[in-house]
């Protein structure tokens, strides 16, 4: 996927300064630890989901995991992605099941941190200090404070987000359900998260979707995409605008179809685009 995206430093920014974690002892998690001294205010959650032989975590900026920090024998570190901060660890050779992982994260939704206490989803964030952020995440708000890595859960079980970065006593960032669900796939089926590449750009600084560039030869342009076609939705998820783009331009697979519709000349169709794998 090649976007003209406004600075989107999400990622590079949380990758300086890494450290390493140690156990957090009574406290049912982890916690930053540097020169071999545990902090105690850095807990970080750890939980099972994508099924059996699955743990999911996520780092706050400055935070390293061992390889698989008291998991027990058996366990590795099979991914990071360094712009989600997602890490999974495997026992065995799993086999991923996205049915544990839900769409439930949306303003104005409920959803439920492990200690059943009730969380209010109340904003999408979509850029970070002026710059657009690679997919768009949540602002939620409860009673109690939450670690990173928590998961949030809607009334199925599933899980709907998971805790990323904390922003005061009971208020929380939360990379969505179906970012989660499509990172630790990749983590767990290939070691890195592989990102798609459509041949396209985009400029933040229209209002509507539309593509500024389609390249010749890529993605895009072979399932007929052209510049100047406006995104109205991708496998049926709504485009309102750049962010809104970007999200669902980073959900997509390589190799895997999905269904752009756009707005062209007056006339509406659905195209199918098959991303290629990106390189870089």
Same mark, same amino acid.
């Given at each position: 996927m090649k976007l003209r995206m406004?600075?989107?430093?999400?990622?590079?920014?949380?990758?300086?300064?890494?450290?390493?974690?140690?156990?957090?002892?009574?406290?049912?998690?982890?916690?930053?630890?540097?020169?071999?001294?545990?902090?105690?205010?850095?807990?970080?959650?750890?939980?099972? !989901?994508?099924? @059996?032989?699955i743990r999911i975590t996520a780092l706050p900026a400055g935070m390293e995991l061992q390889q698989s920090p008291g998991l027990g024998p058996g366990w590795r570190k099979c991914g990071v992605d360094p712009v989600s901060r997602l890490v999974a660890y495997v026992h065995g050779s799993p086999s991923f099941d996205p049915s544990g992982f839900s769409l439930a994260c949306t303003v104005g939704n409920l959803l439920q941190a492990p200690d059943g206490a009730p969380m209010k989803v109340i904003k999408k964030v979509q850029q970070w200090h002026g710059n657009f952020l690679p997919f768009t995440l949540y602002l939620a708000?409860?009673?109690?404070?939450?670690?990173?890595?928590?998961?949030?859960?809607?009334? @199925?079980?599933?899980? !709907?987000?998971?805790?990323?970065?904390?922003? @005061?006593?009971?208020?929380?960032?939360?990379?969505?359900?179906?970012?989660?669900?499509?990172?630790?796939?990749?983590?767990?089926?290939h070691g890195r998260l592989r990102r798609a590449h459509l041949g396209v750009s985009m400029s933040p600084a229209r209002p509507e979707a539309s593509l500024t560039q389609v390249m010749d030869g890529g993605a895009a342009a072979r399932a007929g995409l052209k510049a100047g076609d406006r995104i109205r939705k991708v496998d049926g998820a709504p485009v @309102?605008?750049?962010?809104?783009?970007?999200? !669902?331009?980073?959900?997509?697979?390589?190799?895997?179809?999905?269904a752009v519709e756009i707005a062209r000349d007056g006339r509406v169709m659905v195209l199918e685009v098959k991303p290629d794998l990106a390189t870089k």
């Open positions: 406004a600075g989107c430093l999400w990622g590079a920014a949380l990758m300086v300064g890494l450290l390493p974690l140690d156990r957090a002892r009574g406290q049912g998690g982890w916690r930053l630890a540097e020169n071999g001294g545990a902090i105690p205010s850095q807990p970080v959650a750890v939980f099972e !989901a994508g099924g @059996s032989g708000e409860g009673p109690n404070p939450l670690p990173v890595g928590a998961p949030l859960r809607d009334g @199925s079980g599933r899980v !709907a987000g998971v805790v990323s970065r904390v922003e @005061s006593r009971g208020r929380v960032l939360l990379v969505p359900g179906e970012v989660v669900e499509r990172v630790v796939a990749d983590l767990v089926e @309102s605008g750049y962010a809104d783009a970007v999200h !669902a331009f980073f959900l997509m697979r390589p190799g895997r179809q999905a």
